[in-house]
């Protein structure tokens, strides 16, 4: 995996989790929109989840495989 693509990840999720946060203060809870902003939310963390723990691993693995 690429740094770009890491980067690029990284950058989605980060737009994602921060737009998600300033609408769930905007809105009220209990609505559809507040219930899909905590959705969007959440699939904003588990992206980052993802992006860095598949950056971990492909640089441990890059370690291991030159040393």
């Keep these: 995996m690429g740094p770009q ?3 690029v ?5 980060a737009f994602l ?7 769930l ?6 609505t559809p929109e507040f219930v899909v902003t905590l ?7 588990l992206l980052g989840l ?4 598949l950056v971990v691993v492909a640089k ?3 370690k291991h495989e030159g040393g």
């Design 50 to 53: 993802i992006v860095v723990v």
């Design 5 to 7: 693509i890491g980067r």
């Design 60 to 62: 441990r693995r890059e």
């Design 25 to 30: 203060f905007t809105l009220t809870p209990g």
């Design 39 to 45: 959705f969007t939310l959440c699939l904003g963390l």
């Design 17 to 23: 989790v921060l737009a998600s946060v300033i609408l």
């Design 9 to 13: 990840g990284l950058g989605w999720a």
